[in-house]
């Protein structure tokens, strides 16, 4: 695998369960150092997303490449290149974390013993309390210790602080990051706080009903996404104008477009139109309302 390839990616995913389409066509690519925040509603597909691409889940159309890989394919050395955290953290829970962890470091060469140490210490965990025994997001800090004790290539993580209080988050995050920047690693990582994404995240992509409405750099999309305001008495033509990313209809009459500056057209807006800036959160509203 060249230093540059992607380090994972979705090629036209499609995962449905019965009547529900999970994925719909879904396609990204992952380089590596990327830092990349899933954003999307609960059922939007971001957990099946991480699932195919880790090769936990096999899709029904597409594929899901890793390291260069066919996800489903990946050996040994490649699994133990991979740290993850999935949202349900209930694995071993008959056995002490010192235990735990020392089974853990047998599996992975590249174990950091003082990494996952000096977590134990900082965040008051006890190595002889059994796993079944510890609160939620005590679970929940054992699993990103058993995660980024190995120094992963890839470190995938499923909502890791939805169970942290803030100053533990603040410092999952900081661990993030100097995983990210010290070593190269590349992190993909889903949530709803989405002061913890635009701390530490390069890129982002948001999910809405199984589609990949947005994928980007996150500074990048910030500087070229602009919410424009379509006045109710000016038509607004059936077909996406250039640069378009989302619209939906005003309460008050009218429109609300996303529109990307760097592919729009000045001469294609109703001289009426407004334009403003948009913050991550307005971007999330706009495109999983």
């Known amino acids: 695998m060249n230093h540059l390839d992607p380090v994972v990616e979705a090629l036209a995913l499609t995962k449905r369960y019965k009547d529900h389409t999970a994925l719909n066509d879904v396609s990204l690519s992952v380089a590596p150092g990327t830092v990349l925040g899933l954003l999307g509603r609960n059922g939007a597909g971001k957990s099946t997303l991480m699932e195919c691409l880790l090769g936990l889940r096999s899709a029904d159309n597409g594929q899901a490449r890793l390291f260069g890989k066919p ?12 740290g993850y955290v ?20 047998s599996l992975y060469p590249t174990w950091d013993s003082h990494l996952a140490d000096s977590l134990l210490q900082r ?38 602080a939805a169970a942290l209080d803030p100053l533990v988050r603040r410092e999952v995050l900081r661990e993030i990051v100097e995983l990210a920047a010290e070593h190269g690693s590349t992190v993909v ?23 990949l409405r947005l994928y980007g750099e996150l500074d990048q999309l910030k500087d070229e996404l602009r919410r424009v305001r379509w006045p109710q008495h000016s038509t607004l ?5 250039p640069g378009e990313v989302a619209r939906r209809p005003l309460a008050e009459g009218g429109w ?13 807006l ?20």
């Open 270 to 289: 109703p001289g009426q139109a407004s334009t403003h800036s948009l913050s991550l959160e307005d971007l999330f509203v706009e495109l999983a309302a």
């Open 189 to 211: 990582f889903s949530t709803h706080i989405l002061s913890d994404l635009e701390r530490i995240a390069s890129h982002v992509a948001l999910m809405h009903e199984g589609r």
């Open 86 to 105: 999935p949202q349900q953290t209930d694995s071993l829970l008959w056995m002490k974390v010192g235990d735990a962890l020392t089974f853990f470091a």
């Open 237 to 241: 033509p059936a077909l996406p104008l």
């Open 123 to 160: 965040w008051n965990l006890d190595s002889k309390r059994l796993i079944q025994d510890l609160s939620p997001g005590q679970r929940q800090q054992v699993a990103i210790i058993r995660a980024l004790a190995p120094r992963p290539r890839l470190l995938v993580l499923d909502e890791p």
């Open 71 to 82: 996800a489903l394919q990946i050996n040994d050395h490649d699994k133990a290149a991979l």
């Open 256 to 268: 609300s477009l996303v529109l990307n500056l760097a592919q729009a057209e000045a001469s294609t």
